[in-house]
């Protein structure tokens, strides 16, 4: 069995990255989404680069083809994935924006059967089935502006934003796994690469979509601005995906996706503390459905033998 340290790792991470719902909400009060994706992702990006550089140059010694991954890494991952989830932020909680995120497992089952021919047998299919019933009395409740963006049935455009900013974020999980376990290719190189892709691409969507006089950030907001987005790619861009980068190579997307259905409890408390907003007991009821498919899933890869088992620890005399 995994051990329970290698668990308890996994859960303090998303307990962690889940604050990044709130924390983006806050930091949309100074900017808007399109530029707040840019910035924050080339602040990351020359952290991580700067660091490599200094340590270890000879990260940037890549291949073509692992240049033309990292490009695909940072369209996918980083540009579309937060200029959607943003964009989306603004008119849904924190709360709810984090539980329509629990799609991602049904995107990494298919993603992984696709790029790694990861079986979906009998038992994984209840599991998904399970969780996605559990999902679905979430993605009806509908409050404040969100009312006024109704797509169709009970989907509004927020909801369908984040749901494609949940497919973009996993196949980019699955492409960061492709790039460090079979390319060889060093995380945080990836991680950095990938961030200054696409923090270009969303600041060059900025300037064309946004109003700059001479920045899109509200007048006299720059402190507050710097300081939020400056966390925010702290713990997501420099801790979280560098952390997750190491688990993909112990365990499968589809595993991890599961064990962050655990994050829309921890994005409940977090807006609950920092927003105000109310804690919805639906959200814990679905969690704990969804969490019921998690289980259920993590004992078939168990037994199909795509997670890493922990070996036993010689004792210490």
């Known amino acids: 069995m995994i051990s329970g340290m290698s668990i308890a790792i996994v859960v303090v991470m998303y307990a962690v990255w889940s604050s990044m719902f709130s924390l983006a909400k806050i930091a949309l009060q100074y900017s808007p989404p399109i530029f707040l994706t840019g910035f924050r992702m080339m602040l ?27 490009g695909f890494l940072g369209f996918f991952s980083i540009y579309l994935t937060n200029v ?33 021919g990861e079986k979906i ?12 019933l559990g999902i679905i009395p979430v993605l009806t409740l509908q409050t404040g502006s ?8 009970f989907f509004s455009w927020p909801t369908l934003a984040i749901i494609g900013a ?6 980019g999980w699955v492409l960061l796994r492709l790039i460090v376990k079979d390319q060889m290719t060093s995380p945080t190189m990836a991680n950095g690469s990938s961030l200054l892709i696409g923090g270009l691409l969303a600041l060059a969507h900025s300037a064309f979509s946004d109003t700059w006089h001479p920045t899109p950030i509200a007048a006299g907001s720059f402190s507050p601005f710097f300081g939020w987005t400056l966390l925010m790619a702290f713990i997501s861009n420099i801790v979280c995906t560098n952390l997750y ?19 829309p409890i921890f994005a409940s408390l977090h807006g609950w503390i ?44």
């Open 274 to 317: 920092f927003l105000d907003e109310p804690l919805s007991g639906l959200i814990f009821l679905s969690t704990g459905i969804v969490c019921i498919g998690l289980w259920i899933v993590y004992a078939a890869e168990l037994r199909q033998g795509y997670i890493v088992k922990a070996k036993p620890q010689a004792a210490v005399i």
């Open 121 to 132: 047998n009998k038992a994984k299919a209840i599991g998904l089935l399970i969780g996605f």
């Open 44 to 70: 990351a990006a020359v952290i991580l680069l700067v660091y490599l550089l200094i340590t270890k140059r000879s990260s940037f010694k890549l291949s073509r083809k692992q240049w033309i991954s990292i």
């Open 84 to 116: 959607l989830e943003f964009w989306a932020l603004q008119y849904l909680t924190a709360a709810k924006a984090c539980f329509i995120y629990s799609l991602s497992p049904f995107f990494a089952a298919f993603f992984s059967y696709l790029h790694f």
């Open 245 to 263: 980068g190491y688990l993909l190579k112990k365990y499968t997307a589809t595993f991890l996706s599961f064990i962050g259905l655990l994050s």
């Open 146 to 153: 969100e009312d006024l963006m109704s797509a169709f049935s």
């Open 166 to 171: 949940a497919m973009s974020s996993v196949y």
